[in-house]
């Protein structure tokens, strides 16, 4: 199983979807999230169908046996029991808070995400940028892709040292090679340009710009990935993102 893993204070819902939904095109894709809306079912998904409740009791139980183990652990582990019986040949997971010290960190992920940075949990991950960056960076492994959304520089530089010690391949996304041809109340219309190849008329449904930024971010981890272009496309034009704009 590939592991694809995010953190940052926000966007990881939505960019996960969105790189899953491409995933899911061509092979087998699991999708761990949160938080939920109307039931912890949500937040486990394989080619966007949701754990039935039956099954998700089932893991849930087998997880936690007699311990005590704090729920998102048992949440964790669960969907990664229940995407390796499924035999996916990918999961895309994300961080709950924090990174380094997040129960999902336990994946050995050859690929992260790190979404936009600013100041979140405070009393848990530090006071300033720096602090909190250095956790989200917890997650980045040696050798890795590390495909970030534009940050602060304050965020980037711990990024930028993080990825160099860890022997990382740090890409960023370039705001300047996407352009927006339309924005309505029922989606939105884009051209993004990344290694060189050209990407016309690209669609999502959501309507926030912050939006394209993030089904940007997922088109460059799914073009690293090795995805096609009619994936990718097919992929970001059918995500449904709930309680997203």
């Not at 602090?131 to 495909?147: M, T």
């Amino acid at each position: 199983m590939q592991y694809v893993h995010l953190a940052g204070t926000n966007a990881k819902g939505s960019t996960a979807q969105y790189i899953a939904d491409i995933i899911s095109r061509e092979k087998p894709c699991g999708l761990f999230t949160s938080p939920h809306i109307i039931s912890p079912c949500e937040r486990m998904k394989i080619d966007g169908e949701m754990i039935s409740q039956t099954e998700y009791g089932g893991y849930m139980q087998r997880v936690r046996g007699a311990g005590e183990m704090h729920l998102f652990c048992v949440w964790t582990h669960a969907a990664l029991a229940w995407f390796e019986d499924r035999s996916v040949e990918y999961a895309v997971i994300e961080t709950g808070l924090g990174g380094r010290l997040d129960p999902t960190n336990i994946v050995p992920a050859e690929m992260q995400i790190l979404t936009p940075i600013s100041y979140d949990h405070m009393a848990i991950l530090g006071n300033t940028l720096t602090e909190i960056a250095r956790e989200k960076c917890g997650i980045i492994k040696r050798d890795s892709i590390v495909i970030s959304h534009p940050q602060k520089e304050e965020a980037m530089r711990v990024i930028r040292q993080t990825c160099k010690g860890k022997n990382a391949r740090l890409i960023v996304l370039d705001e300047k090679k996407i352009s927006v041809k339309e924005s309505t109340v029922t989606g939105q219309r884009f051209d993004f340009t990344y290694d060189g190849k050209h990407y016309k008329n690209l669609e999502i449904k959501a309507i926030s710009p912050m939006q394209v930024e993030n089904a940007c971010v997922a088109l460059m981890a799914a073009a690293e990935l090795g995805m096609a272009e009619k994936s990718i496309r097919s992929g970001i034009a059918g995500a449904v993102i709930p309680a997203r704009a």
